[in-house]
Structure formats: C-alpha cells, structure tokens
C-alpha cells in the first residue's frame, strides 16, 4: 500500500458516516443581506436569462455571503466553489483545520477558463494561435494568479469538440477538432498543475464536460447528445483522454445525456471508460446543480434517487445541488447503498487534497503574497503575445477608389501605413469590460485596454462614433474606416445559444453606410463564435477576427493593424455561410450524392455549401511556397517531408497543417482529419523543412463491432495551408 493511500485509510477509519458525506459536498456561498437570494436561486436567475452571467458576477462579490460555517465546523463541507480571495479562503480554511474534529482541508474550486486576474483571449481564440507552449504559458500564468487568490483547482480546460456555432460555449473550447481540442487541453493541464501539484502556485485541472457536451442537439445548451458509439470514441472522447493521459486530477460530467443516459448518473462513462479502461483515479465532480437536474432529464423521480443513481455511476463530488449532504447519509442508513461506494469517493477526494498538499500546507497563500500577484508587467506581455497570435487575418484586398487610375499599382490595405487617420465605428471599439469574453470571473473592466484606449495611449490619430449620422463628418478626416462589430460578451458562452449567428441589422446598415464612402473599409470582429458573415465577406475588402482577445485586447489589434505583428493566427472553427447550415465543419462524412451542379445532390437551394471561411485557413502580411513535398513509410511510421519558402517581404509564421483521407474503408470516412500541424518561423525570402511523422495506430477507426482497425491501401495524405488549400502528397 502506498504511504499516500495508508494515510486516506487512516483518516477513513476515523470518520463518522455524516464527516464522509461532507467531504463530497461543495458549498457555493449563499447570499444574505439586501440581495435575500441564495447562491442556487441566483444560478437560476442567470440560467433563465433574468440575469446577465455580468449581473451574476456583479451580485456575487458584492453581496454580504453566508458560508454556511456552523455546517462548517460540523465537517459538512468539503469544498467551496467561488471563492478567489486569499482572505476568505485562509479564513475558511483556518475553520475547517482548527474547528472540526479532524481538522481535513478544504479544496476551494474557481471557474479560471481564460486568465484570473490578467484575461487572455477566450479558449476559442486562443486555439486559433496553433500555439501548444503558448497555452501553456498562459495556463501557467493563470495558475500564479488563481492561487495566490486561494484556488486551488480550476473548472477547466473544457475540451468538448464543438462542431455548430450556434452553440455558446463553442467559445470555451478549441473549435471543432478532436486533436486540437486535445492538444489544447493537456498544454492547459501542464500549465495549471506544473511540475508539482503541491507547490504554491499549482492548481488542479478538472477536464470537462465529460462527455460530448458539444455535439449537444441544435446547438442549444444542456440539451441532448445522441449518437453512434463509434462516432463518440472517434470525433468526442479522444481529447479528454489526451488531458486524462497528461495528468489531469479531476473530471467534471456533463449535463447532458449520451443517448438517453445523463452524464451524471452513467457508469458506463464514469467508472469503464474513465477509471476501467483510461485508468484515471483522480476526482470526479458535478456540474452545478446537475445531480439534481436528474429529475428534470426524467432518468430518476426524486432527488433521492438522484444522489443514490449519481453516487453509484462515479460522481464524487456535488457541485452545490445538495443531494448528497441531504440523502446520502440515510441511504446508507438504510442499506440502499453500500458504505464502501461512499468510502471510494471520500478516498478520491482526498487523495488530490493530498496531493495539492494541503494537509501539509493548508494555507498556501496569503493576503500579501495576493497584493503583488496579479497585473504583472510581464502578464500583460503575454496576454499581449498570446492575443496578436490569436487573431485571424481573414480578408486582405486592395483597394482602388473611383479616382485612382487603373495604372496606378493598388496595394492592400492591411498592414497600415503610419500616419495613418481612423475613423472608427461601433460600440465596441469603446467598450473596455465587452473584451473579456464570457467567463471571466475575476476580470476588472478597468484592467482592459479597448481600441479607442489604445489609439489614445499610442497616438495614433483616430476619430470615432457609435452613431451614423456622424459619418459624413469623420470620413473627410479619416484615411480609413474602421467597423467594429460582432457580439457582447454575454452573447456566448454557457446559457447563450443562438438560433440566428449572424450580424444585427444596425451593424450590418453600418457596414453599408461606411462602404457607400468610397474610403478603406476595415471589419474588426469581437466575438465568441464563428459568425455568419457572407455580405461583409463579400463586400468589405480587409477582415479581422480579433474575438474576444482579454485585457490587451486594444494594444493587440493596433500591433495586427498597423504591422507591428505579422498575423499568424488559423481558424479552428468553420464560419459558415448562413445560421441554417449549423452544424458544419471540414471534417464531414462524404454522401452518395455530393454537393456539384446537379440539382440531385447534397446542396441547399438557398444557400452555397461551402463555407464562407474554411478550418485552418488565416492570411499573412507575407506570402508563402511549398516545395519538395515527398513521403515514405518506415515499418510503423509514415514520414512526411516539405520545403515552406516565404516567398514574401515580411517575415511572417505558417502553420503547416497535415491531413489525411481514407477514401475506401468498411465504415464511410472523413473527407479530411487533421493528423499533424507545426507552426514555423520563416524569415523572408528563406526556406524552412517540416517533417511529420505519423504513426499507422493513429490512422484507424472503430468498424461497427467497435474493433479499432487501420486499413492503409486507399488513404491519402494532405498538406496544406488549410483544410481546403491543400497538396495530394504521393508516396516516394
């Protein structure tokens, strides 16, 4: 037996049934006082749209909070979810290790999805950096700050592949790639844990939404998922075993079903595939409410049940639903579960305490180590950094007004000349606290720079109106027109799925009014979701997609716009053409009929198949060349080879991205799946060599007696710039 396990045994045997039942209750701090509301009736206030996730927020850190600290001192609670300030926390702790009979640690959990203190771009546009030490960096970052605050794990990453836009939380994911999603999430494991979990500055990640909370139906959250078993362990369950595989310490269940059965009450997912088959024996812990949510989905008829059927298939710990604290303890009394199932979730509880170190070192921050944590210098630079390399170039023309000669050489607009005069437009461009994103918890609007802030600070010469009727007025003194559109911060997100993607009206009016100018129109995109965007794709000659970049969010665009920053970002989602071809992604199965002139095809009548902006693709200020593309198989291993020659002015970054079809297999495949990528630093004028080697176990898939096989005669290897630009590579 382990020393560590010894030691869980130990404490085991000393616990009364009610102790072990309080370590799997996490508390969220209900609110007393003016507000007269608790923390669950708050979270329903925001579920049902009563209240913005900013009100929500806004209430929680203002509102007098009740700990519930006699249930406290009982040893009722385990956990607390919330609570990001080292005072509170110490003092909570100081509580639960000097007050209760055992004296065992609390865990404090906190959403930290994208930053603390010091917000980096949404998940999503920091996908779109194909950046794995980047994430990294920025895990680490947020791990520093988080922890001096008192957090010791995180909700996060989330790594549901999220292949409709319509769907809100598409924005706290790495898009609609099941490798991405998984490259992305162990970078964030290995930033937010480090090298030691018990270290100072470590925290745990809980991975979520297990299972396949993205392929959610109609894009419309908490709503159900229902698809083929070889569909889930192809497209959806790989990128939480890659995280599972990094280390990860927690996994949080998702709310939805998988094919009738809640995450929350599905053995078959938590304890044989989780624990049985990926050997994961770290802590699970529920989705907020969603034990009790049961009822609703109609699995279970009481809440009872609910805390029996949720203990049995895996779940450890209750996020704020009460069930367990409020059953479980007469379940076992009265023999309808057995005390052993209990004691494994207690265990699994308490072996990641132990290793965060707590029964060591309970306190492991203090209010002055909190003073000088957060908002370093060096944060910002690499939220800085990490929001450059999140932006998308999407369009970049020239642009020839009605008096230029067509001798004349017209050069694209982007990037700007010095010297140059904005005319800006859009509320967003002033709006500090919108560029955030959703699930920014700990952000300060006054820590974020917007555009106009950052025009300001740079002197750069700028005129700006969130109205049109001021247009004739700033475009005689304006070089170029910038329209800054997209969405609000709340507009996605969790509880923020939309039916239609595309721009509103007022912004979509605006766009014309600017382009009926004559001057050089740039669109600059704030947003949480790829947005359908055909009339400004079509008509406005430079787009960016900046989304919702995070405290430096101003300073970054100013670098992309004005060519400090050669852009090097690639989508990780498709932006489709219209709202009615959600879901669509690159990765899609071939029909019988494929999309072509013929009207008896898969196509829309209303509607071009293809999308507006493909996965993968992004525009540089520079040009690149592919050259001397070869491939050989040895024994296991197929290896890849290419030249990428930046053919351009600038110096500039590509991201070399390596697909693979199976044209003929038992089971009908992809037309394409992503296998392999490298992001690489090409001066200008010189020649960079890639190498990919792809190993053949990682070419197969699940035939329909769920036998995982590789069939290597018809398949066909890609390389491209994206998934629609690429080169058929032969083999040697």
């Known amino acids: 037996m382990k020393k560590q396990d010894k030691k869980i045994r130990d404490l085991l045997d000393q616990m009364t049934l009610e102790e072990k039942v309080g370590q799997l209750q996490q508390c969220g701090p209900s609110l007393v006082g003016a507000f007269e509301v608790s923390f669950e009736e708050l979270l329903d206030m925001m579920f049902d ?11 929680m850190a203002t509102a007098e909070q009740d700990f519930h600290e006699e249930d406290l001192r009982a040893g009722k609670i385990g956990s607390y979810n919330g609570v990001g300030d080292a005072a509170t926390a110490n003092r909570l702790q100081k ?7 055992l004296g065992i640690p609390l865990l404090f959990g906190f959403d930290v999805i994208h930053g603390f203190r010091t917000i980096t771009p949404i998940p999503l546009g920091e996908s779109c950096a194909w950046d794995p030490d980047l994430w990294e960096r920025t ?15 995180t909700f996060a990453p989330m790594v549901d592949v999220a292949k409709d836009a319509r769907w809100g939380r598409v924005s706290e994911g790495a898009g609609e790639d099941v490798l991405l999603n998984g490259l992305y999430g162990a970078a964030k494991v290995r930033g937010f844990q480090g090298e030691n979990l ?10 979520k939404h297990f299972a396949a909370y993205g392929a959610c139906e109609a894009g419309r959250d908490y709503n159900r998922v229902d698809m083929s078993m070889q569909r889930l362990w192809e ?27 809640p995450c929350s009450v599905n053995p078959w997912l938590l304890k ?32 009872r049940t609910a805390a029996k059927e949720a203990l049995e298939a895996g779940v450890d710990m209750d996020m704020t639903s009460n069930s367990y604290s409020e059953y479980l303890a007469d379940l076992i009394r009265d023999g309808e579960i057995g005390e052993t199932v209990l004691d494994e979730a207690v265990s699994n509880i308490l072996r990641v305490k132990f290793e965060l170190g707590l029964f060591e070192n309970p ?8 003073s000088k944590a957060f908002m370093k210098p060096e944060y910002r630079e690499l939220a800085r950094e990490a929001a450059t390399k999140s932006i998308v170039l999407l369009k970049n023309d020239t642009h020839v007004d009605a008096c230029s000669s067509e001798s004349e050489k017209a050069e694209k607009i982007l990037p700007l000349q010095d010297g140059t005069r904005l005319g800006i437009f859009g509320k967003l461009a002033a709006d500090k606290g919108e560029m955030t994103g959703a699930w920014a918890i700990g952000a300060n609007p006054e820590d974020c720079v917007s555009l106009l802030e950052a025009c300001e600070k740079q002197g750069i010469a700028y005129q700006y109106s969130d109205e049109d009727n001021r247009i004739a007025d700033i475009v005689s003194e304006s070089d170029v027109l910038i329209a800054v559109l997209g969405e609000k911060k709340d507009q996605s997100g969790e509880a923020a799925s939309r039916a239609d993607i595309t721009l509103t009206e007022e912004q979509l009016a605006l766009v014309r009014n600017l382009l009926a100018t004559g001057k050089p129109v740039v669109a600059v995109l704030f947003n949480g979701r790829p947005l359908a965007i055909p009339y400004v794709a079509e008509h406005v000659p430079a787009i960016v997609e900046a989304w919702h970049p995070g405290v430096e969010a101003g300073n970054a665009l100013l670098d992309i716009l004005f060519g400090k920053v050669n852009p090097s970002g690639r989508l990780t989602t498709t932006f489709p053409y219209a709202s009615g071809q959600c879901p669509t992604y690159y990765a899609h199965i071939n029909t019988g009929r494929p999309g072509g002139k013929s009207k008896f095809t898969s196509k829309y009548l209303d509607t071009p198949l293809e999308p507006v902006f493909p996965f993968g693709y992004g525009l540089s200020y520079t040009q690149f060349e592919y050259l001397d593309q070869g491939m050989e198989r040895e024994g ?9 020659k930046n053919i351009g002015a600038r110096d500039g970054q590509e991201v070399v991205q390596c697909y693979i079809q199976n044209k003929t297999a038992k089971r009908v495949r992809p037309v394409k799946e992503l296998k392999a990528f490298e992001k690489i630093n090409i001066k200008a004028g010189e020649t960079a060599e890639v190498n990919f080697e792809i190993p053949i176990s990682e070419l197969g898939y699940y035939d329909w007696d769920m036998q995982y096989i590789t069939e290597l005669q018809d398949i066909s290897f890609y390389i491209g710039s994206d998934s629609q630009n690429c080169i058929k590579i032969d083999m040697n």
């Open 636 to 644: 296991d291993v197929f290896r890849i080879s290419l030249k990428v």
């Open 272 to 303: 044989n595939v989780l624990r049985k088959q990926w050997g994961f024996d770290g802590m699970t812990v529920s989705d907020a409410n969603a034990i009790a949510e049961c009822v609703n989905h109609g699995i279970v008829s009481d809440k």
């Open 198 to 207: 018990a270290k100072e500055d470590a925290m745990a990640a809980c991975v």
């Open 235 to 261: 497209e959806y369950l790989p990128s939480y075993k890659m995280c599972i595989d990094t280390g990860a310490r927690a996994v949080m269940p998702a709310f939805n079903d998988i094919n009738g059965v």
């Open 363 to 370: 306190y492991k921050t203090s209010e002055e180590r909190e």
């Open 95 to 101: 509580i639960a290790v000097e007050e209760t009979r």
């Open 139 to 153: 895990g680490r970052m947020a791990a520093e700050e988080a922890t001096a605050g008192g957090v010791h794990m």
């Open 49 to 59: 749209g009563r209240i913005s996730q900013e009100e929500f927020g806004r209430l």
